[in-house]
């Protein structure tokens, strides 16, 4: 728990000794309006969107903390759990971080890169990577019996591991973010025959914009008339320059394994890893555009409450209280505070 209160402390420049005050008044079943107004003296006079955020954030950590328990758990019974994977595992509280670090070791349904396992395709998958054969044909046709009927087969077995590895990779994984983040474009069209139905969301019908400069206003009205099957979304980089990046990564030879590994790489870019990292974006910025929204209404909400319940009148108000005295607040006409 000390951890915890020192990560909070670091992420909200809020003392420690304030932090484990505040959780603990939580923990007690106060509530965050009661806490901000009545519990000042315990808090450090923190406000209540500094004690929503210390919840928040205290929330996340336990929930991540779980999340590292059921990992280590799952890669422990396969047996596959080293002293450095568990620092790895131990060391990070970045959630994406710690599902990439997960991401090969995760039970997974029935793949393709696992069915070609089990016809026993692993070491031509192994073979190709290490792009050295130069009489591939020959190799290949050791792998062709049982459920492998022809070359083309078990090459094809080969790629679906290698498209997985791939897509599992982490430095793969952050080079095809670092491409989302730098150049995605967010493209909407009008699903086919819902013209008339969609008459208000006219503006997206054949709609394109850089993700990054995409507004909070226009991609929430893109989202819901998404949910509400009137628009086809989707988000994309330069496809060809993130295929390049992961060749750059895999692909270290001209001969014909390269060649099975470069078509391996696109496989993963497009069957796996963009969807992956597409649907990755959408929540990021469908997240950081509520709590935009979230800000402006607040402000405008503020606004209104602060506007002069009387019209042009000056005001003296009392807030009554026994234990810490009467407040006293003056308000000229035009509301401004006086005193």
């Given at each position: 728990m000390e951890l915890f209160h020192k990560m909070i402390s670091a992420a909200l420049n809020i003392s420690e000794k304030q932090i484990n005050n505040t959780l603990?008044?939580?923990k007690d079943g106060a509530t965050i309006p009661f806490i901000s107004r009545y519990r000042k003296e315990v808090t450090g006079g923190l406000d209540e969107v500094q004690i929503e955020n210390i919840k928040n954030q205290y929330d996340k950590l336990c929930e991540t903390a779980k999340r590292k328990e059921t990992i280590l758990s799952t890669i422990s019974e396969q047996d596959?759990?080293?002293?450095?994977?568990?620092?790895?595992?131990?060391?990070?509280?970045?959630?994406?971080?710690?599902?990439?670090?997960?991401?090969?070791?995760?039970p997974k349904r029935k793949t393709r890169a696992e069915a070609a396992r089990q016809k026993g395709l692993e070491p031509l998958a192994v073979t190709l990577m290490l792009q050295r054969e130069n009489n591939l044909e020959a190799k290949v046709g050791s792998f062709v019996k049982g459920d492998v009927k022809t070359i083309e087969d078990a090459l094809k077995g080969a790629r679906d591991i290698?498209?997985?590895?791939?897509?599992?990779d982490?430095?793969?994984?952050?080079?095809?973010?670092?491409?989302?983040?730098?150049?995605?474009?967010?493209s909407a069209k009008v699903v086919k025959g819902k013209e008339e139905?969609?008459?208000?969301?006219?503006?997206?019908?054949?709609?394109?914009?850089?993700?990054k400069r995409c507004t909070s206003h226009r991609l929430l009205a893109i989202r819901r008339a998404e949910s509400e099957g009137m628009l086809k979304v989707s988000i994309s980089p330069d496809d060809e320059e993130c295929i390049e990046r992961l060749e750059?990564?895999?692909?270290?030879?001209?001969n014909e394994c390269g060649r099975q590994v470069a078509e391996a790489v696109q496989d993963a870019y497009k069957r796996l890893l963009k969807p992956s990292i597409e649907t990755e974006f959408a929540a990021i910025t469908k997240e950081k555009a509520d709590e935009e929204a979230i800000r402006v209404f607040v402000e405008n909400l503020r606004q209104l409450l602060l506007a002069p319940p009387l019209g042009q009148k000056r005001v003296l108000a009392i807030d009554p209280g026994f234990r810490t005295g009467c407040k006293i607040v003056c308000l000229d006409a035009q509301g401004n505070l006086l005193h």
């Open positions: 603990n008044l939580l596959k759990l080293t002293a450095e994977l568990q620092k790895r595992i131990d060391d990070t509280w970045d959630t994406t971080e710690l599902e990439d670090i997960y991401l090969p070791y995760k290698i498209a997985e590895q791939v897509n599992e982490e430095r793969a994984r952050n080079a095809i973010r670092n491409q989302f983040s730098r150049q995605a474009v967010i139905e969609a008459a208000k969301y006219r503006d997206y019908f054949e709609f394109s914009e850089p993700l750059r990564q895999f692909v270290r030879s001209n």
